[in-house]
């Protein structure tokens, strides 16, 4: 994994604990999209997914959370022609990806 908070946190000015306090935010509206991600994809609801996937991608690069912010980006597209093995396969990873950031910003 790619990410380091200290990196991240000083390319948009803030010190390394503002910038946890802002991630906080990020992973609330991350937990509703993945919520929405759940009730979606059973449905198939190719609209849908393609918003939230959209929006949890913008959320994640404008916090310098480019991995997943890139596969946010490619399951869009995936909604976007259909490709829902893609999707079941991938959009675990994603979550993953998610818990591992979020476990590596929490103070210790």
Request: net charge negative.
């Amino acid at each position: 994994m790619r990410f380091v908070l200290e990196e991240a946190a000083a390319s948009l000015l803030l010190s390394p604990e503002e910038f946890r306090e802002v991630l906080e935010i990020f992973f609330e509206e991350a937990e509703k999209s993945l919520a929405g991600i759940d009730a979606a994809l059973p449905k198939g609801d190719e609209k849908a997914l393609k918003a939230l996937f959209h929006d949890l991608k913008g959320s994640a690069f404008n916090f310098r959370i480019d991995e997943v912010g890139e596969r946010a980006k490619t399951l869009e597209a995936c909604a976007a022609t259909g490709d829902w093995d893609r999707i079941h396969r991938e959009f675990p990873l994603l979550r993953d990806e998610l818990v591992q950031i979020k476990r590596m910003v929490q103070p210790r």
